[in-house]
């Protein structure tokens, strides 16, 4: 059985502000996939909670309502498995609110990273972000949906991480696909 400390990484999932295809700055919509499979990357990779942020009432209902299914539903004893996945999840209806959460755990603000598929001037590279997420420090990888995070947002983090890469010009991969790839590169074995 593998035997490692967590990070105190935090991940943020987050709907607003994002960008849609047009460019302009939407609130996008919540997706069950997405909770469930970043939810269960971040539990792989032993990151402390995932942080579902909307600012759209009936969205943050639907996912008490999902998240409470999988806890303390029918769902919890269908699949336990899945319920400690799912216990990773916290709901927020700002992106503020989530760092002031993570910040009350005791250890201080985290240093908040954004990832973005387009290309970042003086980005963080993976390897440098592995050798931070090792002292210690609270950090929150901030994730977004729709077109990705609104380019004003992404100003006012403390680093931009590079994108991933693959071997064709075509990048345009799911959320929780990206989230799994950087879990992996940063945490993985």
Known sequence: MKTSSRPNLHLILTHYPV???KGEIIASAVTNLDLHDIARAGRTYGVRSLYIVTPVLDQLELVDK????WISGSGAL???IRREAMSL???QETYASALDDIAAEGCGKPQTIVTSARKQNNSLSMDAFRVMIQDGSPYALVLGTAWGLAADF???ADHHLEPIVGPTDY???SVRSA???ILDRLLGG
């Open 171 to 173: 990048n345009h991969l």
């Open 19 to 21: 960008v849609s295809k």
């Open 89 to 91: 999840i916290r709901v």
């Open 154 to 156: 992404m100003d006012g």
């Open 66 to 69: 999902i998240v409470s299914h």
């Open 78 to 80: 269908y699949n336990p």
């Open 179 to 181: 989230a799994s790839i």
